[in-house]
């Protein structure tokens, strides 16, 4: 099924905008928001490489950590887009978005994550938009281009793949496990990184390193693979695929059992989740990490 984008019929008296929207913390309107923009994103950084390349690529934290023409447009994009139905929003974007709100809802943005999949024409790379409020993150989009797959959850709504629910996997024997991982921009943290990775994969099925958080995350809530696990990423990367993650079936938490955050993240269905915590932890104890 391919996603469509959606829209909402219903007039809107332009003098109540603002308070209306503002004060409606409804996660279906956010679902069909954070979709809108997703697919409108994502189709014109697809289109728009095929049709006139990338013309600037720039760098941030590393050499290796790219930005292009198109993230920031992206950005500029899905920002807009959200002041415009919801003014009073705070929003955090990857590429410098920082607009502070009073509503009670928080955006979290990644224009295009895996930008250097994105780069090379691989197509591994996806729009990842979050919203969250005090209680925790709402509503998480991602839409992957290449594929044309639209990847949603609601907090308590479950996760679905262009409109059908999905499920993480059942694999409970840690030896059978698929493991989608990813690696630090930074040269010293990948090569520890590396050093963890040669001990794990002769205990496991394999590994998988797509390049892209969000992405991998999906691919984990649609049974794809059967565990991920990563370091050092920002909230926008993690958010929207956490989220749908866990509507999908599975748990989360940090690489030693805590709630999750950015700097340390695992999922997998219950199973799996405590013996590949276990396990990595020995390794670490192993490397003296």
Known sequence: MTPETPHDETPHDETQH???????HDNDALLRLATDLALRAGRLA?????????????????????????????????????????PHDAIVGEEGTDTPGTSGVDWLIDPIDGTTNFMYDLPGWAVSIAARTAVGTQVGVV??????????????GGAHLNGT?????????????????????????RALQAQRVAVLLPQVRDLRRLGAAAADLCNLAAGRVDVYFEQWL???DLAAGELIAR???????????????????????????????GLIAEIDVQLGF
């Open 46 to 86: 697809r289109d728009g490489r095929a049709e006139r390349g990338i013309s600037t690529a720039d760098t941030k934290s590393s050499v290796t950590d790219m930005v292009t023409e198109f993230d920031k447009a992206n950005e500029a994009l899905i920002v807009g887009g959200i002041l415009a139905a919801r």
């Open 18 to 24: 603002d308070n209306e929207h503002d004060n409606e």
């Open 165 to 189: 629910a999905i499920s993480c996997s059942t694999t409970d024997e840690v030896s059978l496990a698929l493991v989608a991982t990813g690696f630090s921009y930074s040269a010293v943290r």
């Open 234 to 236: 920002g909230p926008w």
């Open 247 to 277: 509507e999908a079936g599975c748990l989360t938490s940090t690489l030693d059992g805590g709630v999750v955050r950015p700097d340390s993240v695992i999922a997998a269905n219950p199973e799996l989740i405590g013996p590949m915590r």
């Open 143 to 156: 839409y992957v281009p290449a594929t044309d797959e639209l990847f949603t959850a609601t907090a308590g």
